[in-house]
């Protein structure tokens, strides 16, 4: 499966969403009819769509309100939800802040320490107006907040970091350990995030309930330029999928997938599930929504790291409701409203009835070579056109 | 043919236009004497060339000029030119929307419903100033619109729509009997449009009489983005041509396949034919003709979906008349002009006497890799020379 | 050799400059100790470079300087020179004509008839001052102007098209016959361009003293854009040079190979010698001479075709003299400068003492990806640095 | 290992580090706990990242403060310090140059002769200032400066040109002899520049220390431009990497090989060490430094060269302390800070413990595609946002 790099080097050529493309069936299906709900643990959610653990996109309307049209999204822990307990106002600060600046201005506003009070405040606030309450934090402080999280009632609780793996060694600080953690809290466990075939089998067999994909692939991430490391997501993908196939027929359990990261457009969405996904977990696309806190600014969770900060502050601006964003209707024709509808229609096109029929239709390779014509037409749609 | 993208995961590397070029022959032929026609059923067309059924570029002015010259157009029945008596004053609507407006212009105007006597209309002012008549719907409407359009006398019927199947299934929508409909109306029927040998091969068995090939590839489309789904045209045709031949010998009914979309200079109209088309089928470059009713606008069929729109609207400009477009003498230098002469031109290079040859002709894989030669032409076109 | 771009289709892939590198040997030579002359039948070069045969770049005077430094340029007797008795006023209407109108200019200027006695004239003229006068023409005239050549003093005749082939197929129009022209003149003969194995063999065996390699590769050229038609200098001279091997071993003849555009600086050339060529002939880097006739500006043979124009009109400034172009001293760290110097230094890191050693280095494939350094450096020197 | 070109021509596909990215590990360990330390000869360096011999990023107290941090860095004898006095008014001038002067004024500097009492000024200077006096000249002067720096204290001798090679061959000039060299001077010797396995070998079994590997890839290089020639670092520092080994087994030497150039990044420093360098060569990431001597600004060594130029001078800025570039605390979230701190955490999720380690981790095929979200946030960082 590898190329010769150089002498006695080989590597395996990875996929990303741009490089391939999803043919269509021979059989059309009603994009009515297709049946897309996915289940984590013995929770069923209608729509197979997460939001990522943002603090431009995430707060706790905005978690109550995507609970509502049949998803979920993630409040992140360690973010500023849990270190302020009015978080509008620090919000401000960020993205009034200078493009010089900001990276400073993150750095500062995240040295206030968690209140572990606020955990519990935001999770029965989320719970109080009737939503799905699905928190994150880092591997360090998952056994603490998770103990937290469970008793205030949260539904689901994340562990999520650059990369996680079920081993982790160091001379000094204690290490995670997985499995002990899943017989202590019974609130299904999201770990990530993991790109390999061999650490999705190694967390699966800690007792994980759903698996987080992608290691560098987002926008408002700068983790390959910053540390070399990355797996495009097409591969990432399928290669987890594997594992999660690989350790259904060994235990008949089923952890799902989660593709976080890189879909900007709702063809990545359908590709993320074409290459094996059960879900797929969407930050850049929400921040552009009405409803999110960042008034169209989002920036990536280890954007504020204090040492060596790996990612950035992205304006995409406020274009639509959440509503478009999931059910349409679309009102521009860039694929970044009606998700839900995309993948409708594309699994109806592709005669997949479900999202594991999905999961096994065809792919090419096909790179989105720009045309002189596609060029154009995004200059006209920048200003330059008419 | 695959290759590996991801565990136990293949995928076969397709190619579009930008992608390949044409080899030259070890005989050349005088450009005068190479044959370019091709026939439709009964029907005999001195030039392989459809004007695609855009609003923008299709009306019954265009569709009669365009027979003079020895081609034909098709006229969308789900067009403005059904729903509306006087087509002009709605592309003027279309053609001067601002950038942020025309998706929603182009919902709302494209809600009028279709009415059944200018349908009938249409047909009888193509057919009485001496045109082909060749019309258009979705596979919904075909079976309705099919009988009104044969009785006032068209030509060519085309079912067209993003992805057609022979086989299509509903819970509650009835699904169209490709077989039937082919026994109850006698003129020409193309159907698409079709990109997989499979699909083409279904459809054939339901007794078409030619099939469009291309699914995402226009200027104006962004079935890609919105979907994830698309094949580029040199695979697709290459594919479909091989189920044409396929067919033919089993059958010996040959159905003649025609690309559409995707080509936008002499070139790529070239490299159509050379991957295995019997016709093409243009939109964007007859959008720039000074016959059409754009204005030098076009937009896709799919652009005005309701829920979904999967297109957008492109300014070319009106550069040229119909006829240098496909006879030249060319004024420009960018393959955009006389393609009836680039093809002649080709094929003599080629040792190519008539399209079955060309079909044939050597291809190679040979990115279009821009020099900064060409980028700094290009720029000094677009006003930074000079 | 080939890869599968279709059911039943394989295309080559093909490289072009732009996609590969040479690698440095295991033993070095002194710059100064390599030896890069060449021999055309009797005639012998001290250096293996010809000015194209265009008019913004080759007159009489650029003809007799370039012979001077051990080279020799082509004067295309299709061009200005041989319509009128005064090109210098003519090319200024070119290079003033803008950007909409120089095509139409071009194709009404290039209307003038060629006159015989300017034929005549041009050559005297280059003899009398000393230079090597070679000529070229298209197929459809040599057999005359050759005649007129040779009698009127020449030293080399070119035929040249876009595509030739020894053989070639019309009803009403006369084909030229290679091998009973070669009986008839005795200057040596070069013929162009060729890009295959085949036609290049075929051609050889026809008795050609020289081959053209190169279809569509040049700035000022739009062949493959129009057409269609065209492969990537590599590949093409790789398989060319392996014609004129096999013919070699065949006949002991030897045909030398003149890679023919698409070379816009110096790592180029010593590309196009280290993939197989025994010559290279330039345009653009020649029409940035102060000794240049276009003041900076340069066009295809093929731009000013009456139907279907080929080519562009290109503005490259006037940045050197003849001599430092080729021999330096280089005032700029582009590589467009002392090309002699550049081919010298690369034959040394790579060990090769002659040219028939230099066609015989290792390649390798490395495409140029413009890193955001290289794009920077570039944004400076166009002038946003500093 | 190679893809056909052309016929009978054959090519191996090399790789940059914009195509390739790091694979984590199984196991993730403390970065804290990685040990990043390398030796050459009998010196042992905490950190492995060497400063380039470029005249704006080294002069003697940047060696100073370099070698407090843990690497050194080399200067330059064939530069501005050891032909000027006062050599800060000299780089006034080169920074202040125009674009078009530069190449002009840097050849006029660099013609001032080298004087050898500079040569041991300039070491004693670092030697007293408790620094790594590393310092190197061209093979030609090597024998000449060798003796004359190891007598005035030098730690260590680089000998440095674009290709060099063990064997050299010239009608008049005298050539290096490696071997007895190595004989006569007892400090380190490093040699290079070099891109293959067999001068490689060849190299080490002269007796040399260290090889610097690399060809062309630096920003402020142009050799491929002008020469054609360079093999892209993956590729070079693998197979340099492969003759290492291969060398260590035979004689139980090692030979640290260090990647000189192409690095813009922390991740693409991360990427050079898994692809089998012992450390690193950096020019441009130093000459952000607050502490160079060039302002922000640098340029190749080749740059002035009298005849024939192969480099340029880039503008980087001065965005950050020697410290921040190489410990952090970064305050910019690009990767061109905390390069060590970006290691030991590329290290740590790839469970890498030590550089030999590091040089196995699993590397994939991924070309960089910067997607539109990338380009807009590059846009939005250099001034088109907010």
Redesign the interface.
């Known amino acids: 499966?590898g190329?010769?790099?150089?002498?006695?080097?080989k590597?395996?050529?990875?996929?990303?969403?741009?490089?391939?493309?999803?043919?269509?069936?021979?059989?059309?299906?009603?994009p009515?009819?297709v049946d897309i709900h996915w289940k984590l643990g013995n929770l069923r959610f209608e729509i197979p769509i997460i939001a990522a653990a943002m603090d431009g996109v995430m707060d706790v309307q905005f978690a109550v309100e995507l609970s509502k049209f049949g998803g979920f999204g993630v409040l992140n822990l360690e973010g500023i939800q849990t270190r302020y307990v009015n978080p509008k106002s620090v919000i401000e600060r960020i993205i009034s802040a200078?493009?010089e600046d900001f990276?400073?201005v993150l750095?500062q506003i995240y040295e206030e320490p968690i209140k572990e009070e606020l955990i519990e405040k935001r999770i029965k606030e989320i719970k109080e107006a009737g939503g799905i309450a699905a928190v994150s934090s880092i591997p360090q402080r998952a056994e603490r907040f998770a103990q937290i999280a469970q008793e205030a009632g949260a539904d689901i609780f994340v562990i999520q970091s650059?990369?996680?793996?079920s081993?982790?060694?160091?001379?000094?600080?204690p290490s995670l350990d997985f499995k002990a953690l899943k017989k202590r809290i019974s609130i299904p466990l999201i770990v990530g995030n993991c790109?390999?075939?061999?650490?999705a089998l190694?967390l699966m067999a800690c007792g994980i309930d759903g698996l987080l994909v992608g290691?560098?692939p987002g926008?408002?991430c700068?983790t390959?330029?910053?540390?070399?490391?990355?797996?495009?997501q097409?591969?990432?993908?399928?290669?987890c999928?594997?594992?999660r196939?690989f350790y259904y027929k060994q235990t008949t359990r089923y952890v799902p997938i989660i593709t976080d990261g890189?879909m900007?457009?709702?063809?990545?969405?359908?590709?993320a599930f074409?290459?094996?996904a059960d879900a797929v977990m969407i930050g850049?696309s929400f921040a552009k929504a009405k409803e999110s806190p960042g008034k169209g600014y989002h920036w990536g969770m280890a954007?504020p790291h204090?040492?060596?900060?790996?990612?950035?502050r992205?304006?995409v601006g406020t274009t639509s409701t959440l509503e478009e964003i999931l059910y349409?209707?679309?009102?521009?024709?860039?694929?970044s409203q009606?998700l839900v509808?995309?993948l409708r229609?594309?699994m109806g096109?592709?005669?997949a009835k479900n999202i594991r029929e999905m999961q096994l239709v065809?792919?090419?390779?096909?790179p989105?070579?720009k045309?002189?014509?596609?060029i154009?037409?995004k200059a006209?749609?920048i200003?330059m056109?008419?």
Chains 1, 2, 3, 4 share one sequence.
């Open positions: 499966m190329m010769w790099i150089g002498r006695g080097r590597a395996r050529r990875c996929y990303g969403f741009d490089e391939i493309a999803i043919v269509p069936g021979v059989v059309t299906i009603d009515d009819d200078s493009l990276t400073n750095q650059t990369v996680t793996t081993r982790y060694i160091s001379k000094d600080k790109v390999t075939y061999e650490s190694e290691v560098g926008t408002a700068t390959r330029g910053v540390l070399g490391i990355g797996i495009p097409v591969t990432a993908t399928a290669d999928a594997a594992a196939d890189g900007s457009v709702g063809g990545d969405v359908c590709k074409a290459s094996g850049s954007t204090r040492n060596l900060p790996r990612g950035t992205i304006y349409g209707p679309a009102h521009l024709d860039d694929g009606n509808g995309a229609t594309a096109m592709c005669g065809e792919l090419i390779i096909a989105a070579i045309t002189e014509g596609k154009f037409q006209q749609r200003g056109g008419k």
